[in-house]
């Protein structure tokens, strides 16, 4: 080697090697979130999404300062156990979820990885945390509060129909909150002077067979609650309620997007963009137990205009005033 190209490589190797050395650190700083999805990604998407831009604004952007590791159960709920227990071998700083069941997964798979939850049902008759303002524990999160608004939908389904007399919730039967929520929309009924059938569903099946018995029953509309197994099955719904002739009620936007009838609900995309926000702070060091479960402050109450003239049903102007949003 000539004494020239030498001193040439030797001048250039302090550059580069700290370039190398930088790279190294980075992708070692890199923090992990893992996300622990209860239905398939396509269905996941419209939750990560706002997840991400909550994550942005506390200063972390996937790809640059932050990975996060997917894991999606495809609507089956046995499998959520060895998924969240391999984001624990994953070693990753926080698990970020959807729904009851993977909330109860990962509680059950870590006591040391921080854990992010959005759930309908209440945080504290779940086991997940001590109590709303102060969690304890690894865990924390979002709660939509989507269970508590039975009767609020049923009031709504009542105005759009007043002749109506006959209507039905369905619920899951293994939801821990069913069996308050069902007292709740008939003590509201009870008010309304309305009957109010309830229906159990599990799987898809169940559904199908509960719409089949809806005219045998001579049920005239219909409430579909919140949470598992309903959330993950959305067009299915819209699509017998609509093959059936039963005006139905939903507890978040996505249905009616999908082609339901109404919604009222807390805004789940907020809902997301706070966990991301909350997944950032823990992040930068902050505990969960002591950040207190963030509660929807906000509800919208969506018409989708076009299936309610697939339907044939009239929506009162009053109605159509409320709405925060009108799909048509």
């Not at 004494?3 to 490589?9: A, C, H, K, V």
């Not at 229906?199 to 089949?212: C, E, P, R, S, Y």
Request: charged share 20%.
């Amino acid at each position: 080697m000539r004494r020239r190209d030498f001193i040439t490589l030797l001048g250039g190797a302090p550059a580069a090697l700290p370039l190398a050395a930088r790279a190294q650190q980075q992708q070692a700083a890199m923090s992990v979130v893992g996300w622990l999805g209860s239905e398939t990604r396509e269905a996941e998407d419209s939750r990560v999404v706002p997840f991400r831009e909550g994550l942005k604004e506390g200063g972390y952007s996937e790809g640059q300062n932050v990975t996060i590791e997917y894991r999606f159960a495809d609507g089956h709920y046995d499998r959520l156990p060895a998924l969240a227990a391999d984001l624990v071998h994953r070693q990753v700083s926080v698990i970020a979820l959807t729904g009851q069941p993977a909330a109860l997964a990962a509680k059950a798979a870590t006591t040391t990885i921080s854990i992010i939850f959005q759930v309908a049902d209440d945080p504290v008759q779940l086991g997940l945390v001590a109590s709303l303002s102060r969690p304890g524990g690894n865990i924390t999160g979002v709660s939509t509060m989507n269970l508590e608004l039975g009767p609020k939908r049923l009031g709504l389904l009542v105005e759009l129909m007043p002749g109506a007399t006959r209507f039905a919730v369905l619920v899951n039967p293994n939801s821990p909150s069913t069996e308050a929520h069902i007292a709740d929309v008939r003590a509201a009924a009870a008010i309304l002077g309305v009957q109010v059938e309830t229906l159990m569903a599990k799987t898809n099946l169940d559904i199908d067979a509960n719409f089949a018995s809806l005219g045998q029953k001579r049920v005239e509309a219909l409430l579909v609650s919140a949470g598992p197994p309903f959330g993950q099955r959305r067009a299915q719904l819209a699509t017998l309620a609509a093959r059936h002739g039963v005006p139905t009620i939903y507890p978040d936007r996505m249905y009616a997007e999908a082609g339901g009838l109404m919604s009222y609900g807390s805004n789940v995309i907020e809902m997301y963009r706070l966990a991301g926000i909350y997944t950032g702070r823990i992040l930068k060091g902050e505990n969960p137990a002591e950040m207190p479960v963030i509660q929807a402050a906000k509800f919208e109450f969506i018409i989708n205009i076009h299936t309610a003239k697939l339907l044939g049903l009239d929506v009162p102007a009053t109605l159509l005033a409320r709405a925060d949003e009108v799909i048509d």
